[in-house]
């Protein structure tokens, strides 16, 4: 294993050889120049640095400091996808001769997918263990969040603490919007946190308290103008001449958290009554879920709309007023069993499955330190002052017009990249019934991004009507995204029923074109006339043997089953 490294060390040190030789630019986009050192990150660590430098200085506008900064965002992201096969496979596009490289990591290059991801017979294991990304990224997120992380106990509750922040404080921001796809987004998000009982899920709660102030603040404020409301209506009713006098009217229910459990008609006049926006914050999925199963409660089909901020209609039972939610700003955070997502979504195709974010947790028979004291105090009080620091921003997000979130020509130009190969690799591994899955995924990320970038701002950044994501939230969203679609498509194989494995469409289509009972060689024949690489075509036929779709017969024979 250890020459192995060597050998591919060598080999890509041959390939910077070849392009600094060449006076090639392999960094000309930004996109480029992330993929480069994120294949470098992931072969060679730290030891990649120095060749990162050497790949960077052909671009005109290269700075040391700059070129640090960015592979130090690559280091922290390993496990991103992109393989040193990726740097081999740039070179070989920009005209490096691959074949005069000795020791060319040959078996790495054929891991790879035409779109820079792994389609080995790995992903049961890479979805089974999706891996920790919160501590790796703590420390290019925002201070606010980065204090969050590190008050968690383990991997996973730092990634669970990260992610319900990230899903409550969405539901927090006033007047903040970005484009996305010609439409106008706000930043709310949906998160399932599927794990069984004492796991560690229960540990969400806390995220609560992050907005428990702004709450009482609304509450507070609803209650005051009910008082004032009751004074006028005694007043009223006690007047001898009502006709002259106009009735008080009801002042409206104020509030940000949203009981699950209330009527379709109360949610939607909640929602319209608190400037289109609220949170769903329900630590057991099933009162969500048997809600929507109830006579009154089904509102799943204004859940879905507001994911999109599409209009919602009802009939007030007062008056049997005609009301329209205009832009329903809605976010959501549930957990619950395995078996409560089931019951909350029967299956893959609902279209509410693919606009949550889902995080599962395993039960790890770990004994935590029940006694132990953090110096600062206990969770609450820290949770609880960290919310007062928020409330601050929260006001001053009410106070302004309004703000436009944007990224960068080059984030966008990485943006599109990576997802139209996520899609590509998807796609192919599960089907297009997964495609949906990963084309919201886009816009979750998006508004992730956004999030962070709002709460940077509670480190007292001026106000702007426009606010730009910085590359360490850019990075930080994806990466995010990346481990949300290995836990989507986790939760995907159990809806669906079926045991995780590739669905392999491309080896599919290849098995179509030979004999019921056929040798190893007439595949890969088949397998060239539809232009599929030899290497690659090894490999569909060991997934179809490992998933079931074929069985050997003998040494070089398969039959279909």
């Not at 960015?70 to 996808?81: A, F, I, P």
């Not at 501590?135 to 969040?145: I, N, Q, T, V, W």
């Not at 409301?229 to 005694?234: C, G």
Request: proline content about 3%.
């Amino acid at each position: 294993m250890r020459a192995d490294r060597d050998m591919t060390a060598r080999a890509v040190e041959q390939l910077v050889d070849e392009v600094d030789a060449l006076g090639l630019d392999l960094t000309a986009t930004y996109d480029s120049w992330l993929r480069a050192g994120f294949a470098l990150a992931s072969e060679m660590g730290e030891d990649g640095r120095g060749l990162f430098h050497r790949l960077s200085r052909h671009y005109p506008k290269y700075r040391q400091r700059e070129a640090d900064k960015q592979y130090d965002q690559c280091l922290k992201g390993r496990g991103s996808g992109v393989t040193i096969a990726t740097l081999f496979g740039m070179a070989k596009d920009a005209g490096v001769d691959i074949a005069r490289i000795k020791g060319e990591p040959g078996k790495g290059c054929e891991r790879q997918s035409g779109n820079g991801y792994d389609t080995s017979n790995d992903l049961k294991k890479d979805l089974e263990e999706p891996g920790a990304f919160a501590r790796e990224l703590a420390e290019s997120l925002p201070p606010f969040l980065r204090k969050i992380v590190g008050l968690a106990n383990s991997d996973d509750d730092a990634d669970l603490l990260l992610l319900g922040s990230i899903v409550t404080l969405s539901a927090c921001m006033p007047h903040v919007y970005g484009i996305y796809g010609y439409e106008r987004v706000s930043a709310n998000l949906y998160l399932f946190v599927a794990a069984p009982a004492s796991s560690g899920k229960g540990r969400l709660s806390l995220c609560r308290r992050l907005v428990e102030p702004i709450h009482r603040e609304l509450k507070a404020e609803s209650e005051q103008e009910w008082k004032e409301y009751k004074r006028r209506m005694k007043k009223y009713m006690a007047s001898q001449n009502k006709e002259e006098l106009d009735a008080p009217e009801e002042p409206p229910q104020r509030m940000l958290i949203i009981p699950a459990n209330a009527s379709a008609t109360s949610m939607f006049q909640i929602l319209s009554e608190n400037n289109e926006s609220g949170l769903i914050f329900e630590t057991e999925g099933d009162t969500l879920a048997q809600t929507f199963k109830s006579e009154h409660g089904n509102y799943s089909d204004g859940f879905r709309k507001a994911f999109h901020h599409e209009p919602i209609s009802y009939v007030r039972r007062k008056n049997r007023e005609h009301v329209e939610v205009k832009s329903p700003r809605l976010s959501a955070v549930l957990s619950g069993t395995p078996r409560q997502i089931k019951t909350l979504i029967q299956d893959a195709e609902n279209g509410l499955f693919s606009r949550f974010m889902f995080f599962t947790m395993k039960l790890k028979l770990v004994w935590l330190d029940v006694f132990a004291e953090h110096k600062d105090g206990s969770l609450d009080m820290q949770f609880d002052g960290m919310a007062m620091k928020f409330l601050k921003l929260y006001h001053f997000l009410q106070q302004c017009q309004d703000m436009k979130f944007e990224m960068t020509s080059e984030q966008k130009a990485s943006f599109d990249m990576e997802f139209k190969a996520l899609q590509a690799y998807y796609n192919e591994l599960l089907g297009e019934a997964f495609v949906a899955s990963v084309r919201r995924l886009g816009l979750i990320v998006f508004r992730v991004a956004m999030v962070l970038t709002v709460i940077r701002m509670t480190e007292g950044a001026a106000y702007a009507t426009r606010i730009v994501c910085a590359d360490d939230d850019f990075v930080t969203a994806t990466m995010i995204g990346k481990a949300m679609v290995k836990h989507a498509a986790l939760v995907f194989c159990e809806l669906s029923g079926q045991p995780i494995k590739v669905r392999c469409k491309m080896g599919r289509e290849i098995l179509d074109e030979v004999d019921m009972e056929f040798t190893r060689q007439e595949f890969l024949d088949a397998a060239e006339k539809l232009g599929v690489k030899r290497d690659t075509a090894r490999r569909y036929v060991d997934q179809l043997t490992a998933n079931g779709d074929v069985e050997r017969t003998e040494r070089g024979r398969y039959r279909k089953m």
